[in-house]
Nanobody
Framework: QVQLVESGGGLVQAGGSLRLSCVAS????????VGWFRQAPGKEREFVAS????????VYGDFVKGRFTISRDNAKKTMYLQMNSLKPDDTAVYYC???????????????????WGQGTQVTVSS
């Protein structure tokens, strides 16, 4: 059983930056692919970024366009999402998650993730 806790969300003006963190407990964090998703009101949960267990495979959602960076620190059981050049359209609840499989590449499909954090709100004002 893996527990995930996000932090770092908040209110920021357009063009600003935020760094989200997600700390894991339970399980063996270092062998799992992890990812970030987001969900805006009235919309489906959307893939943001994924990084594999050793950081050799990273995938971003098409909308990211070089603005976000995913990373992880296995010793701290923590993953990060650095978000720059934020836009109002980035407003959403952001969730971290761990994938079902170990020692795999980054994955983008929601149903390949089985443990989720509670989410952290990101609001970007215009």
């Amino acid at each position: 059983q893996v527990q995930l806790v996000e932090s770092g969300g908040g209110l920021v003006q357009a063009g600003g930056s935020l760094r989200l963190s997600c700390v894991a407990s339970g399980g063996t964090f270092s062998i799992y692919t992890v990812g970030w998703f987001r969900q805006a009101p009235g919309k489906e949960r959307e893939f943001v970024a994924s990084i594999n267990w050793r950081g050799s495979s990273i995938v971003y959602g098409d909308f990211v366009k070089g603005r976000f960076t995913i990373s992880r620190d296995n010793a701290k059981k923590t993953m990060y999402l650095q978000m720059n050049s934020l836009k109002p359209d980035d407003t959403a609840v952001y969730y971290c998650a761990t994938a079902r499989y170990v020692l795999r590449d980054a994955v983008t499909t929601l149903n390949e993730y089985n443990y989720w954090g509670q989410g952290t709100q990101v609001t970007v004002s215009s």
